[in-house]
């Protein structure tokens, strides 16, 4: 039992300890271990000031001491009370945690990727023939990856008119994609296995990958998207580490064909993690993190596998989270079939895609009941206008 008081329920009870970077009130900023409502000063407590003094995890994730810092915090609120190190979470700030040095992101769910390929390809087969046999992604933009609480923009792209040429708008379909982020740490490495990933993923966030549909349909072929995703993805601040998840790791389900042996994993690494989103308020989507197709594991081995280093810093997405149901869709595009079937909100509104004043939050946790919560907080984010052209 730790002598910070954590209320029941919590997301950050002392079995999770995540990391961030928060700022006590005029003071500079620096790492954090969460606790219920409350973080500890890691640096103002004695443990590796040099790493926890830094406005960034990077220092610390790439040390290798994560798992050394987070038993010593244990320690310390299992032992004698220290609440001069201890802050409450309503009177800090709480910031980005990582410099992000890159960003990639996958495609990574069956249910997700037949959704789409139903919707945008209705007269082919929905997953193209690569599928199956690699975890398919796109190389994303590390300078707009956004903290939870940051605004979002409404972009503006070109869009296909009724002729089918392309015209600068403000997007008339903003989506979200419900994700889960992995943050790398260590040093540099390539050509990773599978089953070596937990030496090499420091920790997890929640990710939505903000998406503007209709710039991304005229723009996407044949490199794929690029603008339509570029403007924004949040995070959530409170990194679990993947220490904090072990118990929660499970098989993932059986992939036929069998992956090149590059790909191929004899631990489990799918996690059971639910997974939920609400749109102002209103719950949208709940879903379970198990039923993806490839794991973060197989993920990192595949952006590896031809020299690419990834070192502490870099950041992937799962890629959709999808279940196979109708109320398990981790995207408004697939929620409301491309605005066929809009969605009714608690005020009685409705939504194909977001608008501007919208708000949509992400939020996950592994265990609960009998089990230690295993949370990660919430990713959310408010859409404000784009704004006028200078
Ligand atoms: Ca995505």
Same mark, same amino acid.
């Given at each position: 039992?730790?002598?910070?008081?954590?209320?029941?329920?919590? /997301?950050?009870?002392?079995?999770?300890?995540?990391?961030?970077?928060?700022?006590?009130?005029?003071?500079?900023?620096?790492?954090?271990?969460?606790?219920?409502?409350?973080?500890?000063?890691?640096?103002?407590?004695?443990?590796?000031?040099?790493?926890?003094?830094?406005?960034?995890?990077?220092?610390?994730?790439?040390?290798?001491?994560?798992?050394?810092?987070?038993?010593?915090?244990?320690?310390?609120?299992?032992?004698?009370?220290?609440?001069?190190?201890?802050? %409450?979470?309503?009177?800090?700030?709480?910031?980005?945690?990582?410099?992000?040095?890159?960003?990639?992101d996958f495609y990574s769910s069956i249910h997700h990727a037949t959704n789409l390929g139903r919707i945008?390809?209705?007269?082919?087969? %929905?997953?193209?023939?690569?599928?199956?046999?690699?975890?398919?992604?796109?190389? &994303?933009?590390?300078?707009?990856?956004?903290?939870?609480?940051?605004?979002?923009?409404?972009?503006?792209?070109?869009?296909?008119?009724?002729?089918?040429?392309?015209?600068?708008?403000?997007?008339?379909?903003l989506d979200i994609e419900l994700e889960v982020g992995?943050?790398?740490?260590?040093?540099?490495?390539?050509?990773?296995?599978? /089953?070596?990933?937990?030496?090499?993923?420091?920790?997890?966030v929640l990710l939505n990958d903000w998406s503007?549909r209709?710039?991304q349909?005229?723009?996407?072929?044949?490199?794929?998207p690029?603008?339509?995703k570029?403007?924004?993805t949040t995070i959530s601040?409170?990194?679990?580490?993947?220490?904090?998840?072990?118990?929660?790791?499970?098989?993932?389900?059986?992939?036929?064909?069998?992956?090149?042996?590059?790909?191929?994993?004899?631990?489990?690494?799918a996690v059971?993690l639910e997974l939920r989103v609400e749109l102002?308020?209103t719950p949208i989507t709940a879903t379970n993190f198990s039923h993806m197709y490839w794991?973060?594991?197989?993920?990192?081995?595949?952006?590896?596998?031809?020299?690419?280093?990834?070192?502490? &810093?870099?950041?992937?997405g799962s890629g959709t989270v999808s279940g196979p149901t109708k109320g398990e869709r981790g995207s408004l595009i697939e929620l409301t079939w491309r605005?066929?079937e809009?969605l009714?909100?608690?005020?009685?509104?409705?939504r194909?895609f977001l608008?501007?004043?919208?708000?949509v939050t992400v939020r996950g946790?592994? &265990?609960? &009941?009998?089990?230690?919560?295993?949370?990660f907080?919430e990713a959310t984010g408010?859409?404000?206008?784009?704004?006028?052209?200078?």
């Amino acid at each position: 039992m730790s002598w910070v008081d954590v209320p029941e329920g919590s /997301d950050f009870p002392i079995e999770n300890l995540p990391f961030g970077i928060f700022r006590p009130r005029d003071e500079e900023p620096r790492v954090g271990v969460r606790i219920g409502d409350h973080v500890v000063d890691v640096a103002a407590a004695g443990i590796e000031p040099d790493l926890a003094a830094r406005p960034s995890l990077n220092a610390l994730m790439a040390s290798g001491h994560g798992g050394a810092v987070r038993e010593r915090v244990a320690e310390l609120l299992t032992g004698p009370e220290r609440p001069d190190v201890v802050h %409450p979470i309503a009177d800090v700030q709480v910031l980005m945690p990582i410099d992000v040095v890159d960003y990639i992101d996958f495609y990574s769910s069956i249910h997700h990727a037949t959704n789409l390929g139903r919707i945008l390809r209705p007269d082919s087969e %929905p997953l193209l023939p690569n599928w199956r046999q690699l975890p398919v992604a796109y190389h &994303g933009r590390a300078r707009t990856v956004v903290v939870s609480g940051t605004p979002v923009e409404r972009p503006a792209g070109l869009v296909a008119d009724a002729s089918g040429t392309g015209r600068l708008t403000p997007t008339r379909a903003l989506d979200i994609e419900l994700e889960v982020g992995f943050l790398v740490g260590g040093q540099p490495a390539a050509r990773i296995e599978p /089953d070596h990933a937990d030496r090499h993923v420091f920790g997890v966030v929640l990710l939505n990958d903000w998406s503007a549909r209709d710039i991304q349909g005229f723009e996407y072929q044949p490199l794929g998207p690029h603008l339509a995703k570029s403007f924004a993805t949040t995070i959530s601040p409170w990194v679990v580490t993947l220490e904090a998840l072990r118990p929660y790791l499970v098989e993932p389900p059986a992939q036929e064909p069998p992956p090149d042996p590059y790909l191929r994993a004899a631990l489990p690494w799918a996690v059971d993690l639910e997974l939920r989103v609400e749109l102002n308020g209103t719950p949208i989507t709940a879903t379970n993190f198990s039923h993806m197709y490839w794991t973060f594991a197989q993920q990192l081995a595949h952006l590896t596998v031809n020299g690419a280093p990834a070192g502490s &810093g870099d950041l992937f997405g799962s890629g959709t989270v999808s279940g196979p149901t109708k109320g398990e869709r981790g995207s408004l595009i697939e929620l409301t079939w491309r605005g066929a079937e809009p969605l009714t909100l608690d005020d009685g509104s409705t939504r194909t895609f977001l608008e501007d004043g919208d708000t949509v939050t992400v939020r996950g946790w592994c &265990g609960g &009941g009998d089990r230690p919560r295993i949370g990660f907080g919430e990713a959310t984010g408010t859409i404000v206008p784009t704004p006028e052209a200078p």
